[in-house]
């Protein structure tokens, strides 16, 4: 643990963490003159940690962030629409990504999209992502890049349901013509998509 300012007023100190330098979650709180911490930050899939450290009882008392950091945790991820009716992966509906209550890495919080996994994890290979049962209506084309590519032998897979198969519905048809798209080529093989219904509709 680094030593920031003068803790002697009081033997506690309080680690925090956040992902978009505004939304900070305790750690832990230690003791002082321990002077280290383990943190298994388990469930964390984030390119934009940071940690600061405060002195508990004194709220003024609070270190300057770290330089942000990666921590990129294996990840499983969950989509559900409003409803749980034929659901097989998930125990609630889906809402918007907020990033406390509804990050979309339980069946409890699925997120309402998948453009929201996309946009607020950096993927990585052998993720899978589950779709459950139900129709999502998107207004653009769901884009997945280089950033969010596995490897052909170790891809990111976008399952849905087996039972009933997700419906992906493309809506605005001025926007692209797929509901899905690679943009390169060369990933093709690093991105399956598996019992996923996808169709275009104005």
Request: hydrophobic residues 35%.
């Amino acid at each position: 643990m680094a030593s920031y300012g003068d803790w002697s007023a009081s033997g506690q100190v309080r680690i925090q963490y956040t992902t978009d330098g505004t939304t900070w979650q305790d750690i832990a709180t230690v003791n002082a003159a321990d002077g280290r911490y383990l943190w298994t930050a388990t469930g964390i899939v984030s390119e934009t940690v940071q940690i600061r450290f405060a002195r508990s009882g004194d709220s003024s008392f609070v270190s300057a962030p770290t330089a942000a950091f990666k921590v990129l945790n294996g990840g499983i991820y969950y989509v559900n629409d409003g409803s749980t009716a034929n659901d097989m992966y998930c125990t609630a509906a889906g809402r918007t990504y907020n990033g406390t209550t509804v990050r979309g890495r339980s069946p409890a919080d699925p997120v309402n999209s998948l453009q929201a996994i996309i946009d607020n994890y950096p993927l990585q290979p052998g993720d899978i992502v589950y779709v459950d049962a139900g129709e999502y209506r998107i207004g653009d084309t769901v884009q997945i890049t280089e950033a969010d590519a596995g490897l052909p032998a170790k891809p990111v897979t976008i399952r849905g349901a087996t039972n009933v198969w997700p419906l992906i519905t493309l809506t605005n048809l001025l926007s692209d013509s797929a509901c899905i798209a690679v943009y390169d080529a060369n990933l093709t093989d690093g991105i399956h998509q598996q019992g996923l219904s996808l169709r275009t509709s104005g």
